[in-house]
């Protein structure tokens, strides 16, 4: 059984082992102490590519990140959190309509977004926050629904980044975490105080080609790393689409990801460890400055005296490869590729160190939102709120499955089209285009997914169970391609 409070989490997390204080009685004494305003300020803070077991609140072998670990101490932390198709562009234009790509018109990189259509900011506006964002934006087209923005073209530079900002081409000296947050702390100071505010803050890092700045450069090169269990998995039971990737650690990270030439004389598999090590210490210092920079922003809240009235979540576009299965990148339907990081503070409903294991996707953030910020919720969005949850109960009909679908192909890193079903245990791929593959993981035996089952007798039925309630979910969410 899957409950919204981890008690032992919270016990442990919190100190509170030698107190018996109920979460209604924490949210009781703590509306009596702190009564809440009329709506919640909200801030959005996103990174590019930082995979959830790169956070040590998730458990990271690899690294600690305090920082973000003080949301998840003071709020929630979602244990099963997922993307809807795992790739840049596509996932923002899901969060910002809590719709799935084939309806937002964003499947791939390629598209740009067309900002007529209705989405989180515009809605907010109406119902009376001002907006902004600052930060990376990635879709092609220029912000709507915001008061003000100022982002980065394209993928932004890490140094002495060029900004967009209100349709003004403008370039600013620095590093882009550290600009990104002080665009962010000045919008907040500048704020109309009259009404709640909506601020989508969004790093550039820790994005490939890996640029850390000067305080974390040397941070981690004293330092060797486990390799991933899965490092040198050679995809035995897997469908050719594993085989045929061009996103692998050994044979294409590029002299430009690596920074410098490898030791010579090194045998193919200490090459491939030597490879991984470069891109960890380079991936890892950035998320450093981005953990850095997002306690300077939680301390700048309290110092406002903001912290109480504002939601403050933290996540990333999608999960990332770290070495896990021999690559890097995202967009597989793969657990560390489709599990998305998300941490959530709002002391006025939240009781601290929570957790919570049921299944939510990016899908939902525009109604969670939405319903936070007690304005209506378009009936079209396919997301639901899941605000229930963040105060302690779960919806009667809360999904028990979510549905992915990835489109980009043929196109960089050559992972082929595939779109699946994500149960608590079980996880069914239908590869398709140029390919007609299917795979199955038993993700309780086989967390890793090292065991494709697809043609174990054995689960015949749980195939055809899974690909009745795949239909359903493709016709449910109005999806018929492939």
Known sequence: MHTEWSR??????????????SV???????????????????????????????LSCYGSR?????NLDRIAQQGMLFENCFCTNAICAPSRAVILTGKYSHLNGVKTNKEPFDGSQMTLPKLLKQAGYQTGIVGKWHLKSDPT?????????GQGDYVNPSFHRM?????????????????????IEKRDQEKPFFLMLHHKAPHRNWIPDERHAEAFTDKTFPLPETFNDHYATRSEAARTTTMTIDKHLTPTDLKMEPPEG????????WKYQRYMQDYLACVSSVDDNVGRFLDFLESE???????????????FFLGDHGWYDKRFMYEESLRMPLILRYPRII???????EMVLNLDFAPTLLDMAQAPVPEDMQGESFQPILRGTVPAKWRQSMYYHYYEYPAVHSVKRHYGIRTQRYKLIHFYYDIDAWELYDLEQDPHELHNLIDDADQRDVVESLKKELSLLRERYADQEG
């Open 8 to 21: 032992r989490n919270f016990l442990k997390r919190t100190g509170l082992a030698g107190m018996a204080m």
């Open 24 to 54: 209604a009685s924490w949210l009781k004494l703590h509306a009596q102490e702190n009564p809440p305003q009329e709506r919640p300020n909200i801030v959005f803070i996103m990174s590019d590519d930082h995979a959830s077991h790169a």
């Open 62 to 66: 690899i690294h600690t990140t305090p």
């Open 145 to 153: 629904g915001f008061d003000s923005w100022c982002v980065l073209p």
């Open 167 to 187: 349709g003004e081409k403008i370039q600013i000296q620095g590093y882009v975490t550290d600009i990104i947050t002080d665009m962010a702390i000045d919008w």
């Open 266 to 273: 090194l045998s193919e598999q200490a090459l491939k460890e």
């Open 305 to 319: 005296g903001l912290a109480d009235d504002t939601v403050v979540i933290y996540t990333s576009d999608q999960g």
């Open 351 to 357: 009781p601290p160190g929570s957790t919570s294991r």
